[in-house]
């Protein structure tokens, strides 16, 4: 068990270009939830799956964002057309119960 | 709304020296309430679970306990490995959904 691995660490790239983030979880979790966290601010609940279902997402996340898992492993959170307001930290994290076990992210800057 | 309030935002103690965070909440449906601990460039990493009023949790230096509308960590002795941000987070109803405060940041001087 290695934890929640999360790929890249960190990304930097221009306004209007599109980004994918990975997520891989904790092997037999069933649950994996995406979050964003600003500076100064908690983790903002995103979307969250249960196996392959998306069963839940944010009005947070805009028609830019989308989210996928296939096969309910690994996970994707992809942002189209980025703007500055998307810089943050993406965060991910995987269940099997009640707790969450989060990675330690991927930080986007938008230039 | 459901909102959650961490106070302080910011804390400075002198190692050795006890206090106490505050995490208050309007939820509805609540099912428990999570602390994590975060230090910085890293994800939130799990301290405890508490699920009905009067429930206390220990581990090391940590404490916590909840009431039927806030919870508090309380840290006794603290050293200067203690410093980060504590987040709360209260659990709906639903599976899935948990609600973050937007943490207490724990500063400890040697």
């Known amino acids: 068990d290695t934890g929640v691995s999360q790929d890249p660490r960190h990304k930097i790239t221009k306004r209007g270009q599109n980004v994918t983030f990975r997520c891989d979880p904790i092997?037999?979790?069933?649950?994996l939830y995406w979050y964003r966290q600003t500076l100064g601010q908690g983790p903002e609940f995103l979307t969250y799956f249960q196996n392959e279902a998306q069963l839940e997402k944010s009005r947070l996340l805009s028609d830019r964002f989308s989210a996928e898992r296939p096969k309910g492993s690994f996970s994707t959170l992809e942002i189209q057309r980025t703007e500055q307001g998307d810089s943050a930290m993406y965060l991910c994290?995987?269940?099997?119960?009640?707790?969450?076990?989060f990675g330690a992210g991927t930080r986007l800057s938008v230039l | 709304e459901d909102q959650v309030t961490q106070s302080p935002e910011a804390l400075r103690l002198q190692e050795g020296e006890s206090s106490s965070l505050n995490c208050s909440y309007t939820v509805s449906g609540l099912r428990g309430l999570f602390w994590y601990r975060q230090d910085p460039g890293k994800g939130p990493e799990f301290l405890f679970t508490l699920y009905s009023a009067g429930e206390e949790k220990e581990k090391e230096r940590l404490k916590a306990t909840l009431t039927k509308k806030e919870s508090f960590l309380h840290i006794t002795a603290p050293k200067p490995e203690d410093s980060a941000t504590y987040l709360c987070?209260?659990?709906?109803?639903?599976?899935?959904?948990?609600?973050f405060g937007s943490g207490t940041r724990l500063s400890i001087r040697p």
């Open positions: 092997s037999e979790h069933n649950r």
């Open positions: 987070a209260p659990r709906y109803s639903s599976a899935s959904k948990i609600i």
């Open positions: 994290a995987s269940s099997r119960d009640d707790i969450q076990y």
